[in-house]
T-cell receptor, first 114, second 110 residues
């Protein structure tokens, strides 16, 4: 099993460009998450999906959109990238439809917006 | 919403010594407290977790304690080894929210 797989691993964007980060899990998990990680700030939740067909905002949703394409896939879209969105992005999944269970993380995407 | 504070931000110990990292949380509804380890350039991985109905949990050299009254929980690593060097994150969660601490960079010197 691959677990949680994210693509791409690295990306450089110019301000105003758009892109989609892809995430897939093969563990038949119900919940999927997108976090961003910035130095000195830990992991902050952008959006999550407790089940196929549902999405909810997290702590820092502004500037992002998500799609839960099916049970396996959860994508994150930046419509108009800004330098403040330079960060490392992690996708995660968990078995339960609630947050109080172990999360399994992907390998991360390092995004730089210039 | 929940607020999690983690201390210290950096910690350096000699191999074989113990390390303690402390976190406080604000939301009394939080009922799940995981600890994640992140090695340089890698993904965070769960090392231990505790639920609000338990005061202490151990797994070999790692232990977590929870004080619900004071709203704080701690990670204890005994007999530290160089491979314990990493960033450690605490988190506090209820059913619909999980907040992470800012992280502690632990360095174990041989």
């Amino acid at each position: 099993n691959a677990g949680v797989t994210q693509t791409p691993k690295f990306q450089v964007l110019k301000t105003g460009q758009s892109m989609t980060l892809q995430c897939a899990q093969d563990m038949n998990h119900n919940s999927m998450y997108w976090y961003r990680q910035d130095p000195g700030m830990g992991l902050r939740l952008i959006y999550y999906s407790a089940s196929e067909g549902t999405t909810d905002k997290g702590e820092v949703p502004n500037g992002y959109n998500v799609s839960r394409l099916n049970k396996r896939e959860f994508s994150l879209r930046l419509e108009s990238a800004a330098p403040s969105q330079t960060s490392v992005y992690f996708c995660a999944s968990s078995a339960s439809d609630t947050m109080n269970t172990e999360a399994f993380f992907g390998q991360g995407t390092r995004l730089t917006v210039v | 919403g929940e607020n999690v504070e983690q201390h210290p931000s950096t910690l350096s110990v000699q191999e074989g010594d113990s390390a303690v990292i402390k976190c406080t949380y604000s939301d009394s509804a939080s009922n799940y407290f995981p600890w994640y380890k992140q090695e340089l350039g890698k993904r965070p991985q769960l090392i231990i977790d505790i639920r609000s109905n338990v005061g202490e949990k151990k797994d070999q050299r790692i232990a977590v304690t929870l004080n619900k009254t004071a709203k704080h929980f701690s990670l204890h690593i005994t007999e530290t080894q160089p491979e314990d060097s990493a960033v450690y994150f605490c988190a506090a969660s209820d059913f619909n929210d999980m907040r992470f601490g800012a992280g502690t960079r632990l360095t174990v010197k041989p």
